[in-house]
T-cell receptor, first 113, second 117 residues
Framework: GENVEQHPSTLSVQEGDSAVIKCTYSDSASNYFPWYKQELGKGPQLIIDIRSNVGEKKDQRIAVTLNKTAKHFSLHITETQPEDSAVYFCAAPPFSSASKIIFGSGTRLSIRP | DTAVSQTPKYLVTQMGNDKSIKCEQNLGHDTMYWYKQDSKKFLKIMFSYNNKELIINETVPNRFSPKSPDKAHLNLHINSLELGDSAVYFC????????????????FGPGTRLTVT
């Protein structure tokens, strides 16, 4: 089955700097890679996703890159702001069961003022 | 204009009791899920329903029984609650999945924090 590993578990960056969170997956047939942001006391919310037919996708200050050969994908946040502080989860569904998403273990991102 | 709602938001109960959590979505989605998030923030899928039919049951104890009366509702009933059941339970919904095409964005509810004493 699919296994998703996420690093680092915690990340602290200075406001204005960039943050990078990395994930690896095991199912080479997986074709959808979302990133979710969970703010305190709330449910996770999709912030960006990428499908396997592209290598990079950007949305303002956030971007996701995918390396299918190495089976890893990364979240990049530039010009970090205090409101970026949250727990971030990567995820991947097994190709054989697209209804099921396996989440990474989460990264707690803190933005220092 | 709440998309996915859950009730109650907090639930404190004693071991051995039976409790239910309700979930409703107004997004017109066909697929709904229950997740458990433990104290270390691990998010683990428990159940998935598509058009009221159970499609995923992830080795969850029989004390947990989901019920989907219609496509917009997915409730979770828990019998004989144990200390280890303490967690935050999230309901979510998405468009119907399609094997081969890939999954779709999941919309999460605000969560129900269950505390068993």
């Amino acid at each position: 089955g699919e296994n998703v590993e996420q690093h680092p578990s915690t990340l602290s960056v200075q406001e204005g700097d960039s943050a990078v969170i990395k994930c690896t997956y095991s199912d080479s047939a997986s074709n959808y890679f979302p990133w979710y942001k969970q703010e305190l006391g709330k449910g996770p919310q999709l912030i960006i996703d990428i499908r396997s037919n592209v290598g990079e996708k950007k949305d303002q200050r956030i971007a996701v890159t995918l390396n299918k050969t190495a089976k890893h994908f990364s979240l990049h946040i530039t010009e970090t702001q205090p409101e970026d502080s949250a727990v971030y989860f990567c995820a991947a569904p097994p190709f054989s069961s697209a209804s099921k998403i396996i989440f990474g273990s989460g990264t707690r991102l803190s933005i220092r003022p | 204009d709440t998309a996915v709602s859950q009730t109650p938001k907090y639930l404190v109960t004693q071991m051995g009791n039976d409790k239910s959590i309700k979930c409703e979505q107004n997004l017109g989605h066909d697929t709904m899920y229950w997740y458990k998030q433990d104290s270390k923030k691990f998010l683990k899928i428990m159940f998935s329903y598509n058009n009221k039919e159970l499609i995923i049951n992830e080795t969850v104890p029989n004390r947990f029984s989901p019920k989907s009366p219609d496509k917009a509702h997915l409730n979770l009933h828990i019998n004989s609650l144990e200390l280890g059941d303490s967690a935050v339970y999230f309901c979510a919904s998405s468009q119907s999945f399609s094997t081969g095409t890939g999954a779709y964005e999941q919309y999460f509810g605000p969560g129900t924090r269950l505390t068993v004493t």
